[in-house]
């Protein structure tokens, strides 16, 4: 695990594959590690590694390929809420299993404005479009959670109810309206399995 706010990033040829989690830091500050991981995240892709960005991750990993990340205009996203996967996804090694529609856990003030050049949109939703996308043959961004529990998203509720009264939202209603999600945990899953395949054929 590297905290990349204060620890050297590893040779990308040293890893099987990797995932860029959340932050509270926002990709637009352009903070000088979080370019210096952008930096790094293009090398890693450009020579194939397996990179499953979430939430931050996946806004990382479009701002490094010349995507453009900024605020959502609408304000935050959080909860379970429920996404479509896009006709593309049918053929997607990592989301291709997962049902037409299916609950997600979602915090994000940040969205994927627009994806980089030759990305393919996998997931979406009313609120945000562009919730999963895939570049080449081994890159992976999802602006879901599929790491969270329901537990962990009622916690994150919680933690932000005086902002989420402040903008107009019901604190109490979202978090009654929070689901397991075990179709988004599946992500994780298949991204494993396409990290142990990559790392066949390299052999």
């Avoid at 930096?39 to 991750?57: E, F, H, K, S, T």
């Avoid at 109490?172 to 075990?182: F, S």
Wanted: with cysteine; proline share 8%; net charge negative.
């Amino acid at each position: 695990v590297i905290d990349a706010r204060q620890d050297p990033l590893p040779a990308p040829r040293t890893l099987a594959g990797v995932v860029i989690t959340g932050s509270h830091a926002m990709v637009s500050d352009r903070e000088p590690w979080s370019e210096t991981a952008a930096d790094w995240l293009r090398g890693a892709v450009q020579g194939g590694l397996p990179v499953l960005g979430i939430c931050y991750g996946h806004q990382l990993l479009a701002h490094c390929l010349g995507g453009e990340v900024a605020y959502h205009p609408s304000g935050l996203e959080i909860g379970s809420v429920d996404v479509q996967l896009q006709p593309a996804a049918s053929a997607d090694p990592v989301l291709g299993e997962l049902p037409p529609v299916f609950p997600v856990q979602v915090v994000h003030r940040q969205s994927v404005r627009m994806l980089p050049e030759g990305a393919v949109l996998l997931a979406g939703n009313a609120h945000e479009p562009n919730q999963a996308f895939r570049v080449g043959a081994a890159a992976w961004g999802v602006q879901f959670h599929p790491e969270f529990s329901a537990q962990a998203m009622r916690a994150y509720v919680d933690k932000l109810a005086p902002e989420l009264r402040d903008e107009g939202h019901d604190p109490a209603a979202l978090g009654a309206q929070v689901v397991d999600t075990p179709a988004a945990a599946n992500v994780l899953r298949s991204f494993a399995r396409q990290v142990k395949q990559f790392a066949r054929t390299a052999d």
